[in-house]
């Protein structure tokens, strides 16, 4: 199995913030890497798929980078609404499998 | 909009078998791939398996042995079960949309828990 290691495991920010959560694969994917959000008692809800293209309806703040085996999730500007758990996932071979996940926490 | 929604039992004895159906509306399930992902409490999310639009099926190799997916296109459902559960079975269950080549999840249903006990 394609293990994904995100990176860091949490972080703590404050509204208006730039954050970055890197992902990495044990094996390149060339550019299968989706991202999702996740807040506490809800089910992940779809970000960025294929390494950059921004989900409908995603708020242009969100933005994804990387091919191979380095990516990179940043929220440019972070908001209220915007603690959560970030969790990256490979789509290039099944199983696909996640990584851990990153806590956004507030400051 | 696509909604999904999962439904089952809350509650399973060991070794007997897990099953829980999701049911897709606002569009129809003859088409895209459709998938479990589960998460045990306080942890992270695993991949079960998915089921396509044809009936074709890709499970992953660690619940394998143990792991159906099943389509019922007149329902407009798709079903999972799980056998032989133990305690480390015991998680939020949830069915999503796959895109299938360009593989990613979305939407989700809310999510089902189960847990198993004795």
């Known amino acids: 199995d394609i293990q994904m290691t995100q990176s860091p495991s949490s972080v703590s920010a404050s509204v208006g913030d730039r954050v970055s959560i890197t992902c990495r694969a044990s094996?390149?994917?060339?550019?299968?890497l989706n991202w999702y959000q996740q807040k506490p008692g809800k089910a992940p809800k779809l970000l960025i798929y294929?390494?950059?293209s921004l989900q409908s309806g995603v708020p242009s703040r969100f933005s994804g980078s990387g091919s191979g085996t380095d990516f990179t999730l940043t929220i440019s500007s972070l908001q209220p609404e915007d603690f959560a758990t970030y969790y990256c996932?490979?789509?290039?071979?099944?199983?696909?499998?996640f990584g851990q996940g990153t806590k956004v926490e507030i400051k | 909009q696509v909604q999904l929604q999962e439904s089952g039992p809350g509650l399973v004895k060991p070794s007997e078998t897990l099953s829980l159906t999701c049911t897709v509306s606002?569009?129809?399930?003859?088409?895209?791939?459709w998938t479990w992902i589960r998460q045990p409490p306080g942890k992270g999310l695993e991949w079960i398996g998915y089921?396509?639009?044809?009936?074709?099926?890709n499970y992953n190799p660690s619940l394998k042995s143990r792991v159906t997916i099943s389509l019922e296109t007149s329902k407009n459902q798709f079903s999972l079960m799980l056998s032989s559960v133990t305690a480390a079975d015991t998680a939020v269950y949830y069915c999503?949309?796959?895109?299938?080549?360009?593989?990613?999840?979305?939407?989700w249903g809310q999510g089902a828990l189960v847990t198993v006990s004795s």
């Open positions: 089921i396509s639009y044809t009936g074709s099926t």
């Open positions: 094996q390149s994917i060339n550019r299968y």
């Open positions: 606002g569009g129809s399930i003859s088409s895209y791939y």
């Open positions: 996932q490979q789509s290039y071979i099944t199983p696909q499998t």
């Open positions: 999503a949309r796959d895109y299938g080549d360009d593989s990613r999840f979305d939407p």
């Open positions: 294929t390494a950059s």
